[in-house]
Nanobody
Framework: QVQLVESGGGLVQPGESLRLSCTASRSIFSIDTLGWYRQAPGEQRELVAT???????NYADSVKGRFTISRDNAKNTVYLQMNSLKPEDTAAYYCYAYIRPFGNYWGQGTQVTISL
């Protein structure tokens, strides 16, 4: 098992940047996949980005070229660097970890709001 704690959300203007962090309660070295989802009010939760043990990354089309996911195994932390933010990026962002054979673990979420 693992507990995940997100931080770094906030209110910024369009075009600005934020970096989200997700720190795990144990080593993430052996965790198969780490990632971020987001959920806007009235919408389904959607995948934003993932990074695997071998550092392979995957992004939603809507964030490609603007967001970068990375993992620092030494700090037990996964990051989401978000640049050129748009109002449609407004959502609660959730960190998750997929651990075989147990399944997905989720953080509590951090709110990101993009507004003038």
């Amino acid at each position: 098992q693992v507990q995940l704690v997100e931080s770094g959300g906030g209110l910024v203007q369009p075009g600005e940047s934020l970096r989200l962090s997700c720190t795990a309660s144990r080593s993430i070295f052996s965790i198969d996949t780490l990632g971020w989802y987001r959920q806007a009010p009235g919408e389904q939760r959607e995948l934003v980005a993932t990074v695997t043990r071998d550092y392979t990354t995957n992004y939603a089309d809507s964030v490609k070229g603007r967001f970068t996911i990375s993992r620092d195994n030494a700090k037990n932390t996964v990051y989401l660097q978000m640049n050129s933010l748009k109002p449609e990026d407004t959502a609660a962002y959730y960190c998750y970890a997929y651990i075989r054979p147990f399944g997905n673990y989720w953080g509590q979420g951090t709110q990101v709001t993009i507004s003038l």
